[in-house]
Nanobody, 121 residues
Framework: VQLQASGGGLVQAGGSLKLSCAASGSIFSIERMGWYRQAPGKQREMVATIASGGSTNYADSVKGRFTISKDNAKNTMYLQMNSLKPEDTGVYYC????????????????WGQGTLVTVSS
């Protein structure tokens, strides 16, 4: 399973960016997808997740500003980021919990390469 993240860049505080993460490879179903970020010198943290049924979960720091969504037909997840703050700066990684075949176990640790988001003040 390969995850390709894109959409990062440099934006001023208060601006917006939209990240995308496309999953490809041997995929029967995607049980959950999520965005995580890692700021310089800090541990990776969860930003937002979305389950196969559509339920979402957000970190408190991004609630009301970020929206996670997905296109099942394209095996693609998005993160719309509005009202960006300098503290949102970091490398954003996408993760997917994937069932590769009908009766196989769900493999949770599928990670993309990361996309850098830099928010200037």
């Amino acid at each position: 399973v390969q995850l390709q993240a894109s959409g990062g860049g440099l934006v001023q505080a208060g601006g917006s960016l939209k990240l995308s993460c496309a999953a490809s490879g041997s995929i029967f179903s995607i049980e959950r997808m999520g965005w995580y970020r890692q700021a310089p010198g800090k541990q990776r943290e969860m930003v937002a997740t979305i389950a196969s049924g559509g339920s979402t979960n957000y970190a408190d720091s991004v609630k009301g500003r970020f929206t996670i969504s997905k296109d099942n037909a394209k095996n693609t997840m998005y993160l719309q980021m509005n009202s960006l703050k300098p503290e949102d700066t970091g490398v954003y990684y996408c993760n997917a919990a994937v069932r590769r075949y009908r009766y196989s176990e769900v493999v949770p640790d599928n990670w993309g390469q990361g996309t850098l988001v830099t928010v200037s003040s």
